[in-house]
């Protein structure tokens, strides 16, 4: 079945550490996202690639980092800069067509004390 | 004022009644909108996606674009309890850009 995996589905981490979130996708798509969620906010764009070894910051990218090497994996580092870590994050992808569906990950909530 | 306003809820409705969820939007150069579900802790899951004026259905699903209002709905016939979940809507330029605009969700309780 094609899909997007993360993981783990729930992450802890004591204040200072830095920490890499997983995505990986086997849908073949070229572009792919990574959002934050918190209460009230919505979804807000942290970074996103629309090809391998390249991407853009999003609208809060400060504090975290990314890297894509393969068309299938974009993970997500939370550094010790961010500060306010604790969040839903959510990976997506999409075919790489700007306009097209995007597609969500199950999301990997991180809880940082 | 937020690109894309979505009223939060909660609204709750019997099971089998009609549901409405709506966004406004204030850019004119929206061209493509979607609809997400998401259930608690869950990622969001792709319900409809339209582009320009016009209606489309799924299933129990309506999907309905108003670009002279800035306006787009979801309507869901025959509600069932397991629809309880937060509905986002989703919309992007035709600019090229790949930044997705996202509404803040409603909530929807369908009461058995």
């Known amino acids: 079945d094609g899909g997007i995996t993360q993981s783990p589905k729930y992450l802890f981490r004591k204040e200072g550490q830095n920490v890499t979130l997983s995505c990986e996708q086997n849908?073949?798509?070229?572009?792919m996202y990574w959002y934050r969620q918190d209460p009230g906010q919505g979804l807000r764009l942290i970074y996103y690639?629309?090809?391998?070894?390249?991407?853009q910051k999003g609208d809060i990218a400060e504090g975290y980092s990314v890297s894509r090497e393969k068309k299938e994996s974009f993970p997500l580092t939370v550094t010790s800069a961010q500060k306010n870590p604790t969040a839903f994050y959510l990976c997506a992808s999409s075919i790489g067509v700007a306009g097209d569906e995007q597609y969500f990950g199950p999301g990997t909530r991180l809880t940082v004390t | 004022q937020k690109e894309v306003e979505q009223d939060p809820g909660p609204l709750s409705v019997p099971e089998g009644a009609i549901v409405s969820l709506n966004c406004t939007y204030s850019?004119?150069?929206?061209?493509?909108f979607m609809w997400y579900r998401q259930y608690s802790r869950k990622g969001p899951e792709l319900l409809m996606y339209?582009?320009?004026?016009g209606n489309k259905e799924d299933g129990r699903f309506t999907a309905q674009v108003d670009k002279s209002s800035k306006y787009i709905s979801l309507f869901i016939r025959d509600s069932q309890p397991s629809d309880s979940a937060t509905y986002l809507c989703a919309m992007i330029p035709t600019s090229g850009t790949y930044k997705y605009i996202f509404g803040t969700g409603t909530r929807l309780k369908v009461l058995a």
């Open positions: 850019n004119s150069a929206f061209q493509y």
């Open positions: 849908l073949n798509h070229d572009a």
């Open positions: 339209t582009y320009s004026s």
């Open positions: 690639s629309q090809i391998v070894n390249d991407f």
